[in-house]
């Protein structure tokens, strides 16, 4: 049988991760407005070979184009009804190229909805996650990876929902932004440390953050995870820098020798599994697996 992810973190294994997803979609074709992931329907053969190309650069995990993948974000597409057909050909996808032995990573974003302002009930919240983890779970997920939270409520009903109806070990990473005082915070307000315990409350496997920050702001919020627990597991996924607006094109800055020259610092400071996040590349995955492997 297949070691878990935190087995393998147990016996002191550092793991990478993939990289972007919806700006290697882009490069394919993806067009401004289209849903991602119809991709997975129309367009499987393009999928297969962004999360082949993953693999081949040495990674050990690889996600599903499945982030907005829940209810609420198809209904916009009129694609509300189609969820388990999605999400399951997503994981199917990745399954494929990733074979046996490496992991598969079902990605859930957020909805979109703040359960606050009343948008939504934690029931109806639930049920979304819930129906998309399942999805994802019998297309053949090792793991689902909760990602860009900003708000605590809904990243714990979607780890809830995770726990609750699959097997599979639960990721949650949050997005986090450095504030006027130094400190880093999500939009609404949540602090690396307080995601820590109310995500472990909730039942989580693997903690961690994406997206935001180039891999070196990525250590500060490693550090601050790790003085309030050293030993859950921490999954990072960090930009190729921070966005530049170049005429009408966003750009990356980061290539992948600047982002794995901070990688070793970045697993010192405590993380497990590092991969990247917006604007990274198969070439920036094959870099930190040259480091730190």
């Excluded at 109310?198 to 250590?219: Q, R, T, W």
């Excluded at 790790?226 to 005429?247: F, M, T």
Aim: net charge negative.
């Amino acid at each position: 049988m297949k070691a878990t992810l935190n087995q393998l973190i147990a016996q002191g294994k550092t793991l990478v991760s993939d990289g972007a997803w919806g700006t290697f979609l882009q490069a394919k074709g993806l067009k401004a407005g289209e849903c991602p992931e119809l991709w997975n329907i129309e367009h499987a053969s393009a999928v297969l070979d962004i999360a082949k190309s993953y693999i081949a650069a040495g990674a050990d995990t690889i996600e599903t184009n499945s982030f907005g993948g829940n209810c609420f974000k198809l209904e916009a597409f009129g694609l509300a009804d189609h969820v388990y057909e999605i999400n399951y050909k997503a994981a199917e996808i990745s399954r494929q190229a990733a074979g046996a032995d490496k992991y598969v990573l079902g990605s859930i974003g957020p909805t979109g909805k703040i359960l606050m302002l009343g948008d939504v009930t934690e029931e109806e919240l639930y049920e979304a996650f819930k129906n998309q983890a399942v999805a994802l779970y019998q297309g053949g997920a090792d793991a689902l990876i909760i990602e860009t939270m900003t708000a605590l409520d809904e990243a714990s009903i979607a780890v809830r929902a995770c726990r609750e109806n699959t097997p599979c070990e639960i990721i949650c990473t949050m997005t986090f932004d450095r504030i006027q005082s130094g400190e880093y915070r999500t939009m609404m307000g949540v602090s690396p440390s307080e995601m820590v315990e109310e995500l472990k409350a909730a039942g989580v496997s693997i903690v961690g953050a994406n997206c935001s920050n180039g891999i070196e702001g990525m250590i500060d919020i490693t550090r601050e995870i790790r003085l309030v627990d050293d030993k859950i597991p921490i999954l990072i996924h960090a930009n190729a820098g921070l966005p530049i607006l170049e005429g009408s094109c966003t750009v990356f800055p980061e290539t992948p020798e600047m982002m794995a020259g901070f990688a070793t610092k970045l697993a010192d400071a405590g993380a497990n599994i590092i991969g990247g996040c917006c604007g990274t590349t198969p070439e920036h995955i094959k870099k930190l697996v040259e480091v730190l492997k």
